[in-house]
């Protein structure tokens, strides 16, 4: 048992922290141990810019943030293996913020609060599995005429754009995205987004409705949802599931999920580190 527990404080002091290149935009670090076993990972992607549109209800981040993943294999835990990777992306992180989620109770929330994260909100994430989906029904939905308003839609890749209404402009073309909005008189009123993944990833991850104050209560979020849904799967037919995350304080937003037969996935827990 002794011999156990030396083994294993020699072994955390030869744990290198490694910065590992990736995609464009996207930084990752690795612990890694001799000989050569990644225990744990902690990396950094950009916050969509949809989660912080003006359409949107109000961020519980600020533009600044970055989203922090971290990871380590169970058997490496509580050595402070998270606390060095931690320590790596804060010297190396060019934003002020570290935004990360959490399972409510779990360790990820303690290792936050050890390390002085501020809990900022709290959010949803709600399942639509194309299999419960009445197609017919959806189409109907689709098809209620919303007199003064246009459905239109666009796909293409959502890695360089900043605003909805942009992506609107550009001709659609193959990529990871697919939006669908309504227009009156040229101007965007209300969309939803949905992002894919690679092709082995059957979970498309949806952002919105959104419905600009003025031209809610006309059901507007339901129809330009009801038109993603049906096209999210006409364009990337490998997706057989949709995840959308709400912050648990927009009722309106869960109730219209809800409709459309999402159902409760998971709850978590956004925490904010400012960085020195
Ligand atoms: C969260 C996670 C990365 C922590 O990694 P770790 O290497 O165990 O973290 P550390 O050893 O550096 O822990 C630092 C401190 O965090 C707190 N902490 C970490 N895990 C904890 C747990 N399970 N219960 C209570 N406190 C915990 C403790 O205060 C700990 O210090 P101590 O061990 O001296 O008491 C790891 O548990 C994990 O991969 N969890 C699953 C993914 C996840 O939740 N990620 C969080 C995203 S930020």
Partial sequence: MAGRAIVGAMSE???????????????????????????????????????????LPAPATQPGAVELSLYVEPQWRRRGIGSRLLAAVGAHAAQQRLVAEVAAGSAGEAFCVRHGFRRTGSRCHDLLTYCDVHHAWLAELVDVEHPGYRLSHWTGDLSDATRVEELLRRPSRPGNAVLSAAEADGDLVAYAVAAVGAMSQRRARQYGPAVLAGHRGRRLGLWVNAALIQRLREVHPHVNEIEARTTEDDPGLLALRRHLGFHRLRRTRLYELALP
Avoid: C
Wanted: aromatic share 6%; hydrophobic share 50%; no cysteine.
């Fill in 13 to 55: 002091r030869l744990i290198d922290i490694v910065a590992v290149p990736d995609h464009p935009g996207i930084s990752r670090w690795q612990a890694v141990a001799p000989p050569g076993f990644v225990a744990g990972v902690a990396g950094l992607r950009p916050i969509i810019p949809f989660e912080h549109d003006l359409l």
